[in-house]
């Protein structure tokens, strides 16, 4: 019965970091954590993908260049963004060089921790008739889940965590991937866009590390630009929600510079682990 329905996300994710750091509040969830990853070291989402992506390195031939092309893609187009918090340029040097955090991730596979809100309004779709900028619509939704919700039960492979939900997206809608002219998808870790790339069909699984060599295909000007904004590894870490705003921006021919031309259809995802989904927007024509 809803009509018009407000959406919203705010963090202080930065400056909460930086008052734990000066022991001026405390760790979230105190003393809680999961008791059979703990004793291994295992306590944040990078141990848990690190793991995904290890399996992934060695199953399919996939190395760390592979996915520092989708770090330096971000960089490039956070360049072109104002808002992004990290707009230098980087090199394939600069990436491999960077801290590591946790093998195979270093400093520029993770998300930025920023202080950012977005909020979007979703409406019923006669409300779009007299709106002073052009709508976006809904094509789809995929939201099926095939993993276990509980991290440390899962599988570890990534293919359970994006396969249900890009599946049952494509059951929804008579479009497919070549239709999508623009791709925002979640990168809490460089290796989230590698495995929603696969799982969406814009290369087979196991075929990233050939689709991503050089970055062509998912530059903005390739098969698939990919976070034209800067994504969440250059623009900075809004729980997803900055996606779907970069999404709108571009089929709504907002996006200044970064603006992939005839951008129509987009595809955004949300959610590295499960549970996690995916939308496809388009304009009216």
């Not at 509040?25 to 990078?46: C, I, L």
């Not at 992506?53 to 893609?73: D, M, P, S, V």
């Not at 491999?96 to 920023?114: E, H, K, M, Q, S």
């Not at 809608?173 to 799982?199: H, I, K, M, Q």
């Amino acid at each position: 019965m809803a009509r018009h329905v407000l959406c919203f996300r705010t963090l202080w994710e930065a400056t909460f970091n930086q008052l734990m750091k000066e022991g001026r509040v405390s760790p979230p969830g105190g003393a809680r954590v999961n008791s059979w990853q703990a004793p291994f070291g295992a306590t944040s989402a990078a141990h848990t993908l690190a793991l995904n992506a290890q399996r992934h390195f060695h199953r399919y031939g996939t190395t760390k260049e592979t996915l520092g092309w989708i770090a330096l893609n971000q960089r490039a187009n956070a360049a072109l963004n104002p808002t992004a918090i990290y707009r230098d340029p980087m090199t394939m040097d600069d990436y491999l060089n960077a801290r590591p955090i946790t093998t195979p991730f270093g400093l520029y596979d993770c998300d930025v921790p920023c202080d950012g809100a977005v909020a979007v309004v979703v409406s019923a779709v006669d409300a779009a008739v007299d709106l002073p900028k052009p709508p976006v619509y809904f094509e789809a939704v995929g939201t099926q889940i095939i993993e276990r919700t509980d991290w440390d039960q899962t599988t570890l492979t990534h293919e359970p965590q994006v396969l249900g939900q890009a599946a049952h997206l494509w059951t929804r809608t008579s479009l497919r991937p070549a239709d999508v002219d623009v791709a925002e998808l979640y990168d809490g870790f460089t290796f989230n866009c590698l495995s929603w790339l696969e799982a969406l069909g814009f290369c087979g699984i196991g075929e990233a590390k050939d689709f991503l060599d050089g970055g062509k295909a998912i530059a903005r000007d390739g098969v698939i630009p990919l976070n034209t904004h800067g994504g969440q590894l250059s623009h900075g870490r809004t729980h997803g929600m900055g996606l779907i705003h970069e999404a709108v921006s571009q089929l709504r021919g907002e996006a200044g510079e970064r603006q992939v031309d005839g951008a129509r259809v987009a595809v955004v995802s949300s959610g590295g682990l499960t549970p996690s989904g995916a939308l496809l927007l388009r304009t009216a024509t």
